[in-house]
């Protein structure tokens, strides 16, 4: 059984950045691919970014695409989310998940997810 605990939201204005990190437990993190999810009010809960077990490959939503950059330490057992040049409509709750699988495309792929945090963009 995986554990995996995010921490880094909070509010920030459009235009500024936030960290956002997940460190895992229970299980041997450089066997999962890791990604992050997202879910606004009212809204399903999208795919944002995945990246591969080595840390080599990464794949983004076209939303965040160039904004944002994933990131993993397998010796920390953590992945990363920079989140850059934040708009409104990036608010959401964020959960960071992970897959034994081949690839981490949508929700039906994810094995674990986190608890989510909070990343709320406003003036």
């Known amino acids: 059984q995986v554990r995996l605990v995010e921490s880094g939201g909070g509010l920030v204005e459009p235009g500024g950045s936030l960290r956002l990190s997940c460190a895992a437990s229970?299980?041997?993190?450089?066997?999962?691919?890791m990604g992050w999810f997202r879910q606004a009010p009212g809204k399903r809960r999208e795919f944002v970014a995945s990246?591969?077990?080595?840390?080599?490959?990464?794949y983004y939503a076209n939303s965040v695409k160039g904004r944002f950059t994933i990131s993993r330490d397998n010796a920390k057992t953590t992945v990363y989310l920079q989140m850059n040049s934040l708009k409104p409509e990036d608010t959401a709750v964020y959960y960071c998940?992970?897959?034994?699988?081949?690839?981490?495309?949508?929700?039906?792929?994810?094995?674990?997810w986190g608890q989510g945090t909070q990343v709320t963009v406003s003036s």
């Open positions: 998940a992970a897959s034994l699988k081949s690839a981490m495309a949508d929700r039906g792929a994810v094995d674990y």
């Open positions: 990246i591969s077990r080595s840390g080599i490959s990464r």
């Open positions: 229970g299980g041997t993190f450089s066997n999962y691919i």
